[in-house]
């Protein structure tokens, strides 16, 4: 099927001229390559916001060489924006504006969390369901070189990182106007932050397996301070410091599956600029995130948000991993997201 585009590009938000002793440099830039259907058959883009180590790479190509999720949603009839969020992939880092950074991606790491969990009897309950990964998932799996080859290290300041992805994100919707937002994993506190600041440009989030659950702490990288993020975001009643956020710990719905997980001690605080957003959390039956999304969703349905939780075993969709959208059933995980937005944002 030939793809016809109207429009293509590229350009950076987030620019921020930061002063040292050798002289002014850019720092907190995000790029954004973007192409447009000539067959354009919804109103609203879509902007793809990848995960830790990864890089917008993730949404252009599977590791096996299929379209990506930039590429199949154009084919629906969407814009598409794609993201290097700040200090990753096109968005150059450079540790004397952003600091210090984790050590590489490994082999080992990306086997045992993504390619093949399964293979380790110490992993979580649901690995063990893993079937989707588009290679062996061992060493000598080429699709594994293709993934591990774009993987970087990440920087040890979560809340700086969610800072810059923040700004810049509400600058881009400022120059594009009214857009979806699908994040994944640790790209997931964009979609919070830009729809805290600019709730009139976001129509809704489809958040992937978003980082949580709540309140969580990451050694090394820091803590979801407030619920969801490791920065402020505007509560009512407001809430000055982290600390008026009180927490409960909320006993797993699923025993032995699910994990025990903290949402806000009630009365909750609610979420006044996400109010009435159309949200999913999409969760895949074998990632580990399948442990602790429920919390996810459950945070924000006490902040008044109408979040959805998109299951995937569920809807008929089985073996996927954290890295869906590089798998070999990638392609029906977007179709269902499709069909959401089709009937939450239609019109």
Not at 95 to 101: E, M, S, T
Not at 219 to 241: I, K, R, S
């Amino acid at each position: 099927m030939t793809l016809a585009i109207a429009d293509q590009g590229s350009f950076f938000v987030g620019i921020t001229r930061t002063r040292r002793a050798y002289g002014t440099a850019v720092s907190g830039q995000m790029h954004v390559q973007y192409q447009v259907p000539a067959d354009r058959r919804h109103p609203h883009p879509v902007v793809m916001v990848h995960g830790g180590g990864g890089q917008a790479l993730d949404f252009l190509a599977t590791p096996d060489g299929r379209p990506g999720w930039a590429t199949l949603f154009l084919r629906e009839g969407h814009a598409v924006y794609v993201v290097d969020r700040p200090g990753m992939g096109r968005s150059p880092y450079h540790p004397d504006l952003g600091g210090p950074v984790s050590p590489p991606a490994t082999y080992e790491g990306l086997v045992a969390s993504f390619a093949a969990p399964g293979r380790f009897p110490d992993a979580y309950p649901q690995a063990r369901l893993h079937s989707q990964w588009p290679g062996t998932g061992v060493a000598g799996d080429p699709a594994l070189d293709q993934f591990l080859a774009g993987q970087e290290p990440m920087g040890g300041d979560m809340a700086a990182a969610q800072a810059a992805m923040g700004s810049a994100g509400a600058e881009l919707l400022d120059r594009i106007g009214p857009a979806v937002l699908l994040t994944h994993s640790m790209g997931g506190p964009f979609g919070w932050l830009v729809a805290d600041a600019r709730p009139s440009l976001v129509r809704a989030i489809v958040a992937v397996e978003p980082i949580g659950p709540p309140f969580l702490s990451l050694p090394g990288l820091g803590t979801l301070e407030w619920g969801l993020t490791a920065v402020p975001m505007t509560f009512d009643p407001p809430a000055a410091t982290p600390s008026e956020l009180r927490r409960e710990l909320r006993r797993a719905p699923e025993l032995g599956v699910q994990v025990d997980t903290f949402v806000q001690a009630l009365p909750a605080r609610r979420l006044p600029n996400l109010a009435g957003l159309p949200v999913a959390v999409v969760t895949a039956e074998a990632s580990s995130h399948a442990q602790y999304d429920h919390a996810v969703v459950e945070f924000l349905v006490q902040a008044g948000v109408p979040a959805e939780h998109l299951r995937l075993a569920d809807l008929g969709i089985h073996g996927n991993g954290h890295l869906m959208m590089l798998e070999r059933n990638s392609a029906d995980v977007a179709a269902a997201i499709w069909r959401w937005l089709e009937a939450r944002t239609a019109g």
